[in-house]
């Protein structure tokens, strides 16, 4: 089906581990972004990409790290991940810059 | 920078009531301006945008916005509120153009509401 999908929905790991989250839409966005989404924050931009091989830091990039090598796919890779990027992490996706972004269903990540 | 406020953190109303959630943003330059809703363990649904032109927007699900320059506010309204309607809502704003933008968006805090049957 067409769309904007993360994987996983669900994630539990220990500090320091490594985590990636993916992000796949089947769309042919140019724009993908990633948010995360914590009580009293609302969503803030970690990192976004206007199309692939083009990644720019968002207002919250500290401990993530983006690629995006094909179109579809922005995966957002935790290198050493510290309780306080436990969070719920959205991905987004939209045609052009003046487009509306189509969000996926989230990721909830808790880190121990 | 652009910036939203969402005044309210929590609104609840009768269902039937009418409902407005207010939104205000700071922008240097002419933005463009949504609203989104999320309900529990979901993403978020756009329920409209306004980029130029008339000041009254129609969405989704029987929702309007006005935008009002002069107040810097963009308000979502609806006449009569449904038990479907019980989400967060969400207002954010991005800039026009291209080189940095990159149509990046600024999300307000969102507001809860709640619906009393």
């Known amino acids: 089906d067409a769309g904007i999908t993360q994987s996983p929905r669900y994630k539990i790991t220990e500090t320091g581990r490594q985590v990636t989250l993916m992000c796949h839409q089947t769309w042919s966005h140019s724009y993908m972004f990633w948010y995360r989404q914590d009580l009293g924050h609302g969503l803030r931009l970690i990192y976004y990409?206007?199309?692939?091989?083009?990644?720019d830091k968002g207002e919250v990039p500290d401990g993530y790290v983006v690629s995006r090598s094909k179109t579809e796919n922005f995966p957002l890779t935790l290198e050493s991940a510290t309780r306080s990027q436990t969070s719920v992490y959205f991905c987004?996706?939209?045609?052009?810059?003046?487009?509306?972004?189509?969000f996926g269903d989230g990721t909830r990540l808790s880190i121990l | 920078a652009q910036s939203v406020t969402q005044p309210d953190i929590h609104i609840t109303v009768s269902e039937g009531a009418s409902l407005e959630l207010r939104c205000n943003y700071s922008?240097?330059?002419?933005?463009?301006l949504f609203w989104y809703v999320q309900s529990p363990g979901q993403g978020l649904q756009l329920l409209l945008k306004?980029?130029?032109?008339?000041?009254l927007v129609q969405g989704i699900k029987g929702f309007e916005a006005e935008f009002k320059r002069s107040q810097s506010s963009f308000n979502l309204r609806k006449p009569s509120v449904h038990w479907s309607d019980a989400a967060e809502y969400f207002c954010a704003v991005g800039a026009i153009g291209g080189g940095t933008s990159y149509g990046k968006l600024t999300f307000g805090q969102g507001t809860i509401l709640t619906v009393h049957p």
């Open positions: 306004y980029f130029s032109g008339d000041t």
């Open positions: 922008y240097g330059a002419t933005p463009y």
């Open positions: 990409s206007a199309a692939a091989d083009i990644t």
């Open positions: 987004a996706s939209s045609e052009t810059s003046r487009q509306p972004q189509h």
